[in-house]
């Protein structure tokens, strides 16, 4: 991946000045060796210049680990801390900040070795709210080295998004498609997270297309293209037009992502796209994303940056689909019944025409999107992706500005099921816990589109977290609640 942020923590130590320095010296040491121990070295930084008592101590502090790379900050309270220090060292730090804190170590030594942090944490979080300064604070922040070692791993993909988030752009070619209203979000806040979004028109995108008209690469890429497709290379005639349109869009990156470090592309695919390119630009979007460069369909600008952030959590591909039609009865009946701990309901199938990177299914071929040739000549509609999506765990989220500009995200974590689609496109047999009451009660009644973003693995945890950190209110938190824990518009006596 070489569209995503490199995270380097800073590990800063803190101390109240009434409470032995050594404390935190020796648990600062400690904690680096326990994660160096298990997690090696990459990644983390500790702080030597000081032990933060002050806020002389917090600017020498701040000055290093900016000096030393680091653009993740771990604010370490080796004893109670100092309130202020410790906070304003999290407020002019230009980055997301964690806050954990040390056990006690041993019932021998309570008196001169006692640090009190247990409650030095709910000083530093009752300033940090004082302060409107945003941190993010594990689920059990107080732990010995090795436990406060695997926060702040834990914190590594949390980082990595909030980071990716405040370098990113997103280029955007539209308009969206008729009827594509679902997609239609304002973009003001994207601009509150930080993302700077570039929005061109997709006669732009033509005309830069035929600036590269018998470009000296297109070849090269075009083998790029067979060798991943292998025996799947069904339609072999349309790939220097798409690896034609492949090198368009990574030139238009390189000129266009200005000061930003990362680029993500919320791209138009009909209906006029077909007729006037002569082929459609799925496969090419799956081979952007493969690399690290989130593409959504159909112009969904909060897709795109829905896609990007579960990408820096995953650091591997992720998908854009269709939560888009039910299993059929004789298909439960014959493949997951008895089979998979789901009931029906719980069962749907996610579809797109052929985004999803060939890495992430289990056989595919070059084909023509059948929708789109059920009105148009089938030789424009080549450039689709197909086949059953590999299955394996799976996390279902999407990030999403309501139409009064508010924050509303949703988390769901589930697995493909090993049962075959005997469909077309991109697709795969999703299995969600109580997806039938999450549909009705989230998806429905909070009017997210139809479009969700895929990571694949379970990582709800961590994106529940950048979520949070990012400003998402916790009650526009959703996620698929277990039975028996009611929604609110859910009516009990159903």
């Given amino acids: 991946m070489n569209n995503l942020p490199q995270v380097k923590i800073g590990i800063v130590a803190v101390s109240r000045d009434c409470f032995p320095e050594s404390l935190s010296v020796n648990r600062r040491k400690a904690l680096v060796e326990a994660y160096t121990a298990k997690y090696g070295t990459e990644g983390i930084y500790e702080c030597p210049v ?15 680990i900016k000096a030393a ?3 993740a900050l771990c604010v370490y309270l080796g004893n109670f801390g100092p309130e202020i220090s410790e906070t304003l060292l999290a407020k002019h730090f230009d980055g997301p900040a964690m806050f954990i804190a ?10 001169g070795g006692r640090g009190d942090a247990y409650c030095g944490m709910l000083n530093a979080s009752y300033n940090l709210k004082l302060r409107n300064v945003t941190a993010y604070i594990p689920e059990n922040p107080v732990g010995t080295a090795a436990q406060c070692a695997d926060r ?8 990595r998004a909030i980071i990716g988030l405040h370098d990113l752009k997103i280029i955007s070619f539209g308009p969206r498609p008729l009827n594509f209203l679902a997609c ?13 979004i570039e929005e061109n028109s997709e006669l732009d995108l033509f005309e830069a297309f035929h600036k590269h008209d018998g470009d000296e690469r297109i070849p090269a890429k075009v083998k790029e293209m067979e060798e991943e497709l292998g025996a799947g290379n069904l339609k072999p005639s349309v790939l220097p037009k798409l690896a034609q349109y492949e090198l368009t869009l990574l030139d238009w990156i390189e000129a266009h992502k200005g000061y930003r470090k990362y680029v993500a592309i919320a791209g138009k695919c009909w209906p006029a796209f077909q007729t006037q390119f002569g082929f459609v630009p799925c496969y090419v979007n799956s081979r952007l994303t493969g690399m690290g460069i989130p593409v959504s369909c159909e112009v969904d600008i909060y897709g795109c940056l829905s896609e990007f952030i579960g990408a820096c959590v995953s650091q591997d591909a992720v998908t854009l689909l269709d939560i888009n039609n039910t299993v059929p009865d004789d298909m439960y009946e014959e493949s997951i019944a008895g089979k998979f701990p789901y009931t029906h309901s719980d069962t749907f199938m996610g579809f797109h025409c052929g985004n999803t990177c060939s890495k992430k299914l289990a056989f595919c071929n070059m084909k023509y999107q059948m929708i789109m040739a059920r009105t148009l000549p089938e030789e424009v509609t080549q450039g689709t992706l197909e086949g059953d999506i590999l299955p394996g765990d799976i996390t279902f989220y999407r ?6 500009n508010k924050l509303r995200a949703y988390i769901a974590q589930g697995e493909i099921l090993p049962v075959a689609t005997r469909s077309f496109g991109g697709i795969g047999v999703f299995a969600i816990p109580e997806m039938g009451r999450f549909y009705r009660h989230v998806l429905i009644e909070k009017n997210f589109p139809h479009h969700g973003a895929v990571a694949f693995g379970h ?6 977290e950048v979520f949070k950190y990012i400003g998402v209110p916790v009650e526009d938190l959703n996620f698929n609640q277990p039975k028996g824990m009611l929604y609110p518009t859910e009516n009990p006596f159903a």
């Fill in 50 to 64: 000081c032990i933060v008592e002050s806020e002389i101590h917090m600017v020498q502090a701040l000055e290093d």
């Fill in 69 to 71: 790379g680091c653009n």
């Fill in 459 to 464: 990582f709800g945890k961590a994106l529940y």
């Fill in 152 to 159: 702040i791993h834990e914190f590594l993909p949390i980082a």
């Fill in 102 to 111: 040390a056990a006690e170590e041993s019932q021998n030594d309570l008196v």
């Fill in 399 to 404: 990030l999403q500005s309501t139409a009064d």
């Fill in 184 to 196: 239609n979000a304002p973009i003001k806040q994207l601009y509150n997270l930080g993302v700077e």
